[in-house]
């Protein structure tokens, strides 16, 4: 009695096709893994950073800037509090007088020159807008990872005035910085600073809102203005 091999349909279908298929989808998605890390190695953030979260609304951030193997100080409201330094109250018809006081008075550190800006516009009401600008020194570098131990070095000796009680450091960090980024979280750790970081670099000259008598810009960052340097 002859026997017949029974056929699946299955036996007669070619997977051929199919693993073409899921072979060019997984060549596609690594392409664009790859893509994605090397556009994220060179992001230039435009908008004043960190975004990380302060460890306490009661301390003050103070940003480190870790670029290109080198990494710099901005005590971004020191220097609002020494340009707003004034008797005269915040309003719109004296905006214009304080931001020119301010200006006179050619503020700068070791890295950055500081200034103010401002805008007027009406809408049911006058209404200013105030600015500080950031410019970053030309040809001015910051401390290098061997700089870091030396307690002559600008980071340590500016850390030496900071209070870790009141102060809190924020990194920002690109591609090239990560070995410094490492060292100086090390020592400020051991002062007993916190501490927070993001990747990326910081696009200068900066501009940011910093005073605004529009009720509805609830964005606005209010800093405490003080007569105090």
Not at 10 to 20: A, C, I, Q, W
Not at 51 to 67: F, G, M, Y
Not at 80 to 107: C, G, H
Request: hydrophobic share 35%; aromatic share 12%; with cysteine.
């Amino acid at each position: 009695m002859r026997r017949f091999k029974q056929k699946w349909i299955v036996d007669e279908m070619n997977f051929d096709s199919l693993m073409d298929i899921l072979t060019c989808l997984v060549g596609i998605i690594l392409l664009i893994i790859v893509i994605t890390v090397i556009g994220a190695r060179g992001i230039n953030i435009k908008m004043f950073l960190p975004i990380t979260k302060a460890p306490s609304n009661e301390k003050k951030r103070v940003l480190c800037i870790c670029e290109n193997e080198h990494l710099k100080l901005l005590d971004e409201e020191k220097s609002i509090n020494i340009l707003f330094n004034s008797k005269m109250e915040t309003t719109y018809d004296n905006i214009p007088r304080i931001v020119k006081m301010a200006n006179s008075k050619n503020y700068s550190d070791k890295y950055f020159k500081y200034s103010l800006d401002f805008t007027t516009f009406k809408k049911n009401g006058n209404y200013a807008r105030d600015f500080i600008l950031i410019v970053e020194k030309k040809n001015v570098n910051g401390d290098s990872i061997s700089d870091l131990d030396r307690q002559s070095s600008s980071f340590q000796r500016t850390l030496k005035q900071f209070d870790p009680a009141k102060i809190w450091i924020a990194f920002s960090v690109d591609y090239k910085s990560t070995k410094v980024f490492k060292k100086a979280r090390e020592i400020c750790k051991n002062k007993n600073f916190a501490t927070g970081w993001d990747p990326g670099s910081i696009e200068f000259p900066i501009k940011e809102l910093i005073y605004s008598n529009y009720d509805y810009e609830i964005f606005t960052p209010k800093p405490k203005f003080s007569n105090k340097q």
